[in-house]
C-alpha cells in the first residue's frame, strides 16, 4: 500500500499535469487491458478518458471485493421506510 499523501499535495499534483495524475490513479486498478493514456482527443474534437482500456466493472463491484478479504462486509443496505424493509447484502452474498 502506498504512503498517504496530504490533500493539498494531492490535489496540486491533480493540477499540475491532469493526465499523468490520473494515469497513475488508474494503474491502481486491475484493468483487463491497461489504458495507455489518461486523456485522449479524436479527430472531432471529442476528449476520451482511458481510451482503449478495458475493465470489468462486475469483477471490481463484487469479484474483487471478496477476493480481498472483504466477503463478510455489507456491500449493500437496502433500507425501506415505506415497506419497513431493512436488509444487509454482503460481498459475498452478492457474489453467489
Known amino acids: 500500500m502506498k504512503h498517504a499523501c496530504s490533500y493539498a499535495a494531492t490535489h496540486a499534483a ?3 499535469d491532469p493526465a499523468a495524475f490520473w494515469l497513475r490513479q488508474a494503474q491502481q486498478l486491475p484493468w483487463d487491458t491497461p489504458p495507455q493514456q489518461a486523456l485522449t482527443q479524436d479527430a472531432n474534437g471529442f476528449y476520451r ?3 482503449g482500456g478495458e475493465l470489468n466493472t462486475s469483477f471490481l463491484c463484487l469479484d474483487y471485493h471478496v477476493q ?3 466477503g463478510q462486509q455489507p456491500a449493500l443496505i ?3 421506510p415505506v415497506t419497513n424493509t431493512l436488509r ?3 460481498y ?3 457474489w453467489t
Open 14 to 16: 491533480s493540477l499540475a
Open 49 to 51: 478518458w482511458f481510451r
Open 68 to 70: 480481498q478479504g472483504r
Open 78 to 80: 437496502y433500507d425501506s
Open 88 to 90: 444487509t447484502y454482503t
Open 92 to 94: 459475498a452474498s452478492c
